[in-house]
């Protein structure tokens, strides 16, 4: 069985200061902004702003579209019903004319 030992303070001074050292060269490492890999990976980021614009812009006018072809329908079955609420109107009034000369006849 292994027996559990505390670090001291020296070792975990010494880890902070190592792991400080790792970031360090991490950062330095890092490429400049006029890298030619920098460069790239911007181009691309723009590319993709780009197509996701040009795809919001399409989807924007497609739901446009959409909802006008929804209303112009929704128009349509309003005259629709409209003029059969007329006609129906018309036709029960012919009728209730009709009704009353059978009437009248009698």
Same mark, same amino acid.
């Given at each position: 069985?292994?027996?559990? $030992?505390?670090?001291?303070?020296?070792?975990? $001074?010494?880890?902070?200061?190592?792991?400080? %050292?790792?970031?360090?060269?991490?950062?330095?490492?890092?490429?400049?902004?006029?890298?030619?890999?920098?460069?790239? $990976?911007?181009?691309?980021?723009?590319?993709?702003?780009?197509?996701?614009?040009?795809? *919001?812009?399409?989807?924007?006018?497609? %739901?446009?579209?959409?909802?006008?072809?929804?209303?112009?329908?929704?128009?349509?079955? *309003?005259?629709?019903?409209?003029?059969?609420?007329?006609?129906? *109107?018309?036709?029960?009034?012919?009728?209730?004319?009709?009704?009353?000369?059978?009437?009248?006849?009698?």
């Amino acid at each position: 069985m292994a027996i559990y $030992r505390e670090k001291d303070i020296f070792e975990r $001074r010494n880890a902070a200061n190592e792991a400080k %050292k790792a970031l360090l060269a991490r950062f330095k490492a890092k490429p400049a902004a006029d890298d030619p890999a920098v460069l790239a $990976r911007q181009a691309e980021r723009k590319a993709i702003l780009e197509a996701r614009a040009i795809r *919001e812009a399409e989807k924007a006018r497609l %739901k446009q579209e959409k909802l006008a072809r929804e209303a112009a329908e929704k128009a349509e079955r *309003e005259a629709a019903a409209e003029a059969a609420r007329i006609a129906a *109107e018309e036709a029960a009034a012919a009728e209730a004319k009709i009704r009353e000369a059978e009437e009248a006849e009698r």
